[in-house]
């Protein structure tokens, strides 16, 4: 089992920034891949960006190619979502998942997450 809690959610004015952090505890996530996904109200959830357990691949939606990093600290068992340049529609709830299965790279698809946060509300006011 594994347990993953996020923080670092808030108000922020559009254009500004937040860092999310994951910490996963039960069992140690550096093998496995991790990802961040988000739901904004009346709307699906969806796939925001994923990272390798070594952290060396990274893939993000185009919805956020170049304003979100994400990054992890394998020896924090922690995963981060740096996010620059907020804009109103970025405004969800943010949820970490873990992917337990080895893949040659980070999935996309919410599916095939074995383990997810409680997430963390995000709002970027106009």
């Known amino acids: 089992q594994v347990q993953l809690v996020e923080s670092g959610g808030g108000l922020v004015q559009a254009g500004g920034s937040l860092r999310l952090s994951c910490a996963a505890s039960?069992?140690?996530?550096?093998?496995?891949?991790m990802g961040w996904f988000r739901q904004a109200p009346g709307k699906e959830r969806e796939f925001v960006a994923a990272?390798?357990?070594?952290?060396?691949?990274?893939s993000y939606a185009n919805s956020v190619k170049g304003r979100f990093t994400i990054s992890r600290d394998n020896a924090k068992n922690t995963v981060y979502l740096q996010m620059n340049g907020l804009k109103p529609e970025d405004t969800a709830v943010y949820y970490c998942?873990?992917?337990?299965?080895?893949?040659?790279?980070?999935?996309?698809?919410?599916?095939?997450?074995?383990?997810w946060g409680q997430g963390t509300q995000v709002t970027a006011s106009s």
């Open positions: 998942a873990v992917d337990i299965t080895k893949r040659p790279v980070p999935s996309a698809s919410q599916y095939e997450y074995d383990y």
């Open positions: 039960g069992r140690t996530v550096s093998s496995y891949a």
């Open positions: 990272i390798s357990g070594s952290g060396v691949s990274t």
